[in-house]
């Protein structure tokens, strides 16, 4: 039933002959009855570009098209060329498409050689327009000689003013793939760790039997693949026996055994995506993107982090394009393909397929398809000789072979139709071309190992010079490489490999294992050699010939890069842009290596390998975030009087890792109008502040003060029990870090505040300096920000209100004044109680165990209803402070700004020998009289509020850039003066005092005055009262 | 994720229980008064760099809390040792690093 006769039309080289039509089958008649896994497997509806098709359970979407005769599943990224199905694997550059799940579940660039699909599965094309058989943008393709390697660097250079606004958009427009989702993902994803004494990755031939030499040894194994079954190739092979089974019965046994055993957990449809430092893992699983029907709440994919003592990297060889003129046409395909899609699935590529080959492997390809009803004409072998065998069995199928040939172009618009085959003498003349009818076009350059994982640790890659592959070397973690990842093809050489790493692996993980040995019969021959592109009697520099298919790189453009001036594989490979599709350069590194190697005159290991990084295969975002989103992206810290704040209508704001009340309108009122009620409240009468997200450390031992004299700027030795003092921190570059009132409740026990963000920071300093350069002071650090709810009470009224609460202090100002602090109890709970004010009104800070919290809040609130007591937010409190000039470390600072540059210096102990930073204070640069100071600033229009972060300037007019003199830190409308103010770091800036500086904006420019920075109550009358 | 033993806990544990802190060895002068500003400068700011073994401090911060110093190699990754803060840096290890 085969016909080696080739069409005689077709035999003549005329531009106008055309080789005759080949007849449209009916799609069913591509199945072969009873061959392939899911030969059983029921009818299954899915669509492709609206089409409704039919495959059959167990198929990909690659091979159920197929099974309809569709070969042409997209447009290429640049010149949008036609493309097909090039493989059968995760190593597909071409046949990318947009899967729809339903309900927001849209993904584009999945691979339809891995997709699975089910009753309902929706796929679409990407990157044509008006539809895949007519697509405008195919215009590209003809305009191809524009569009060679660098072509936007060298082309769109003028006018520069262009590049944004035209020629980009254009160029973004035209290229690509497919469109992202625009829907949140409504999927969930999961994530768990895992250990295990051996990890193999890679469940074929080497992986199943390095598992089985491990489990046997009672090793804890993990085993994965990628795909939906254990097998690899052996899936693809089913011709061949094992130990005196057939492959698939041995394979059931196999995989029955593993999955029994209690030390084995095996892992299908789980990608290792990336190996990582001292045996770690990253594995994939893919749990019900396969499913018609997903069970409510089921994780998408699961990521698994493991950890393993010993790896096994068993991932197999991937098969090499050739590459020649119009190799990239829908159906012309890998050979190894071809086998997969029909021993696996059942499905016959085509009815008439040529084959052209480096290698043996294809002739299995085309002996396979001869004997299930696919015509092939012909074989050509790029080797002038092939072993008698494969001879003989192509003519006992009648199967006309070409030794020592050539293809040189290829035939057909949306569908390969013809393929012009020569003979190459042994001089390397080649000879007169002739055109061949075919469907598919099966080529096989090869097989490249897969080293990436092994590539991901680090390990050197090796080259081997007969069979022109890489190879690993020394690997640099627990790891061995197995199978035809060690150059090892052939399925007897497979096992044995696999099962002596599984053995050998076990046993460096301490236990006794043995490598089992097999029987194999039946295997095809692997052997064969590498080529660059293939010779041709045209102009090599006219051919379409692609190296990238996903990424449109021909030959010429990476002979062009050498022309250029370009030597490295890194630079060759950024230029062209070979490798960088999401394929990674699976199919076409190697090819492009030499190609590379080739034009450049240099063996290709001195040109070197691109570097393989994780992940393997396009990874979701989602895998990676797994339950780290929403809410669980990162922890809300909530204070203990949260509730109430939610309760009574606040806004928040996210403060570190807190959330803060920023303000609490009343009915109608907005931001503007909320704060200043606020601040006219506390102002006039009192108002009640949730401060308990304040960083609190407790600081106790003999040498507390001796520790806080060496850390703090302050003196501390002087300050008496029950009094507080403004503590400042410096790093021992001399600038401000972290700042707050710190009371000495006992001559040995000091409570420190901290920035409500800096209080982990502070917190690790201390610890830092204790534990490595102050061993033998004697002190304990810990830290109570959240054993404290404190509650600010602030206002000239703050006194009435908490007396009736308070017990066992005296409030009076003589016994209790401004910054006092004593340990008492309020509605009958613990309390320390603080004079302290960061409003510049009478304040109280009243500490008291986090769980009373809410009780105390409440106690006051309701204490205050006679003073009209005003529950105030962060904002509020931000206007107060501001008004009287207090800072906020790490918005009015930056950490270049020292004590002096802050107006701080009074906070600095003059006397003291040293302290953590002050040796940087007496630095010349510290010392210079243009630093950046900190100053007040009064716009000259009182309405205008500047913008905090709005740069400064000395001169009104002048060239642009302007010299920027500083920046704004703080500005507010400040409701008790009735006018704006704001802060601002400015070089100088005590010196300019009363002096007018400005603020440009976008549509205008501010003039303000340098003033000081307290702007109400300088004697501080109020704070006092 | 590396693995990393903490000479207190004596124990290897994941990476993300730690916190980097610099390099080792650098102590705070007795007397930083007593100091040029070059310097106190070279205390401030001048590190190693080191292509090779490298000691820096580690702090078990989501476990016992102590400071304590390691031995990594920069371009591997691979730590050599890890010893408590105030041990002397292992020479041994060192001068191999050098040579590397």
């Not at chain 1, 020569?422 to 469907?439: H, I, K, L, M, Q």
């Not at chain 1, 007897?492 to 599984?502: E, P």
């Not at chain 1, 022309?563 to 490295?568: A, K, L, N, V, Y």
Request: include cysteine; charge should be neutral; charged fraction near 20%.
């Amino acid at each position: 039933m085969t016909n080696a006769r080739v069409i005689d039309a077709a035999e003549t080289e005329s531009p106008t002959a055309r080789p005759s039509v080949i007849p449209v089958v009916a799609a069913t008649s591509l199945r072969v009855p009873g061959r392939g896994r899911n030969a059983a497997g029921a009818p299954v509806r899915f669509s492709f570009d609206g089409r409704s098709l039919t495959g059959r359970a167990g198929d990909t979407l690659a091979a159920a098209l197929l099974a309809n005769g569709i070969h042409l599943v997209g447009r290429s990224f640049k010149y949008h060329r036609p493309r097909g199905i090039l493989s059968a694997g995760c190593e597909e550059p071409n046949a990318l498409v947009g899967t729809d799940r339903g309900k927001g579940r849209y993904e584009p660039n999945t691979r339809a050689t891995t997709a699975e699909i089910f009753e309902g599965f929706c796929s679409t094309s990407q990157n044509c327009w008006p539809s895949l058989r007519t697509d405008v943008g195919a215009i590209n393709d003809r305009l191809a000689p524009l569009f060679s390697a660098g072509f936007y660097y060298k082309t769109f250079m003028w006018p520069k003013s262009f590049w944004n606004k035209v020629y980009e958009p254009i160029i973004r427009g035209a290229a690509g793939l497919g469109k992202p989702p625009t829907e949140p993902d409504p999927d969930t994803y999961a994530a768990r760790y895992a250990h295990c004494d051996l990890l193999v990755v890679g469940a074929g031939a080497a992986g199943l039997a390095a598992a089985l030499a491990g489990a046997r040894s009672g090793a804890k194994v993990i085993l994965v693949d990628e795909q939906a079954e254990a097998g690899g190739w052996l899936l693809s092979e089913p011709d061949v026996t094992i130990d005196g089974r057939p492959a698939w019965v041995w394979l059931s046994d196999v995989v029955r055994i593993l999955s029994g055993m209690p030390n084995v957990t095996v892992l299908t449809r789980t990608t290792a995506i990336g190996y990582y430092h001292q045996n770690f893992l990253g594995l994939c699983q893919r749990l019900t993107d396969h499913l018609a029907t997903v069970p409510e709440g089921a994780p998408r994919e699961r990521l698994w982090k493991v950890r393993a003592r010993q790896v096994v990297l068993a991932q197999g060889a991937i098969e090499k394009p050739l590459v020649f003129a119009g190799n990239d046409r829908p159906g012309v395909m890998l050979a190894g393909a071809a086998r997969s899609f029909l021993n696996r699935y059942g499905v016959r590529v085509g009815e008439r397929a040529v084959v052209v080959t480096s290698h043996d492997s294809a002739w299995a390809a085309a002996l396979d398809l001869a004997r299930t009803g696919t015509a092939v004409p012909l074989i050509v072998d790029l080797r002038p000789t092939v072993s008698p065998d494969l001879l003989a069995e192509a003519r006992r199928s009648g199967i006309e072979v070409m030794c020592g040939g050539t293809v040189t172009d290829t035939r057909g618009r949306l569908r390969i139709s013809a393929v012009r085959v020569n003979p190459v003498a042994a001089s390397g003349t080649v000879g007169e071309g002739r055109w061949v009818a075919c469907d598919v076009l099966l080529m096989s350059g090869g097989w490249t190992p897969s080293l990436h994982l092994f590539s991901h640790t680090g390990g050197k890659l090796i080259w081997d010079e007969d069979d022109q592959i890489f190879l690993p070397g020394q690997a640099t973690e627990a790891c061995r490489c197995a199978g035809a990842g060690t150059g090892r093809f052939g399925l007897a050489a497979a096992l044995a490999d696999g099962a002596a790493a599984g053995a050998a692996a076990a046993r460096d993980a301490g236990f006794a294992a043995k490598a089992g040995g097999f029987a194999v019969e039946g295997e095809a021959a692997m052997t064969g050699i590498a080529c660059r592109d293939l010779p041709t009697d045209r102009d090599a520099a006219f051919a379409k010939a692609f190296v990238d298919f996903q990424n449109d790189v021909q030959a010429k453009d990476i002979r062009l890069a050498v022309r250029e001036g370009f030597r490295s594989v890194e630079h060759i490979k950024r230029y062209t842009t070979n490798g960088m599709a999401t394929d990674q350069g699976k199919t076409s590194n190697i090819n492009g290596l030499q190609i590379a190697a080739n034009a450049l005159d240099r063996s290709a290991p001195s040109v070197g390998l691109t570097t393989f990084r994780p992940p393997y295969t396009p990874t979701t975002f989602g895998a990676f975030a797994g339950y780290n989103r929403g809410s669980l992206f990162e922890v809300t810290r909530r204070t203990p009087i949260d509730a109430w704040a939610a309760a009574n209508g606040a806004v928040w704001e996210p403060v570190s890792l807190w959330r803060r009340a920023r303000y609490f309108p009343k009915a109608g009122e907005d931001l503007h109008a909320a704060v200043a009620r606020e601040c006219r409240g506390v102002r006039a009468s009192v108002g009640l502040f949730d401060a308990s997200t304040l960083g609190k450390i407790e600081v106790v031992g003999p040498d507390a003060a001796t520790f806080m004299n060496r850390l703090y700027t302050n003196a501390w030795t002087k300050l008496e029990p029950g009094r507080c003092r403004y503590g400042l921190l410096l790093g021992e570059d001399g600038f401000i870090r972290d700042d707050g009132v710190i009371g000495r409740m006992a001559h040995d026990r000091f409570h420190v505040t901290t920035s409500t963000g800096g209080a982990a920071r502070v917190l690790n300093t201390m610890e830092d300096y204790l534990q490595t350069e102050w061993p033998e002071l004697d002190v304990f650090l810990t830290s109570t920000t959240e054993q404290w709810a404190v509650i600010a009470v602030q206002g000239p009224n703050a006194r009435n209100v908490i007396a009736s609460l308070v017990e066992g202090i005296d409030l009076a100002p003589e016994a209790f004044p401004h910054m006092a602090v004593a340990e008492g109890r309020i509605c009958g709970v613990p309390m320390r109680l603080f004079r302290v004010s960061f409003t510049g009104e009478l304040g109280f800070e009243i500490n008291v165990p986090a769980r009373y919290g809410r009780a105390v809040w409440e106690a006051v609130h309701a204490a205050g209803r006679p003073y009209d007591i005003v529950p105030y937010g962060t904002e509020t409190m931000h206007v107060l402070r501001a008004e009287k000039g207090y800072i906020v470390v790490g918005q009015d600072t930056d950490g270049t700004l020292t004590p002096d540059d802050a107006g701080l210096g009074w906070a600095v102990g003059k006397a003291k020998a040293d302290f953590v930073g002050k040796r940087s204070l007496s630095r010349l640069d510290m010392l210079k009289p243009d630093r950046k100071q900190l100053v007040g600033l009064l716009t000259q229009d009182p309405r205008i509020v500047l913008q905090e972060g709005g740069q400064i300037v000395a001169e009104r007019d002048g060239p642009i850039p302007r010299r920027m003199i500083g920046h704004v830190t703080s500005a507010y409308w400040s409701e008790a003066l009735g006018r704006s103010i704001a802060l601002a770091v400015i070089e100088g800036g005590r010196s300019l005092q009363g002096q007018t500086i400005y603020v440009p904006m976008p549509d205008t420019v501010h003039a303000a005055t340098v003033s000081g920075m307290v702007f109400l109550d300088p004697e501080g009358q109020r704070l006092a009262a | 994720m590396l693995l990393i033993t903490c000479p207190y806990c004596a124990a290897a544990r994941p990476e993300i229980e730690f916190a980097y802190a610099g390099e080792a060895h650098i102590a705070r002068p007795a007397d930083p008064a007593a100091l040029g500003d070059e310097a106190w400068r070279d205390y401030l700011y001048i590190r190693s760099n080191t292509r090779g073994l490298h000691v820096e401090r580690w702090r078990h911060i989501n476990g016992c809390g102590r400071f304590f110093n390691a031995a990594r190699d920069t371009v591997t990754d691979k730590f050599a040792a890890t010893y408590r803060a105030g041990d002397a840096r292992p020479s041994a290890l060192l001068s191999e690093g050098v040579q590397r």
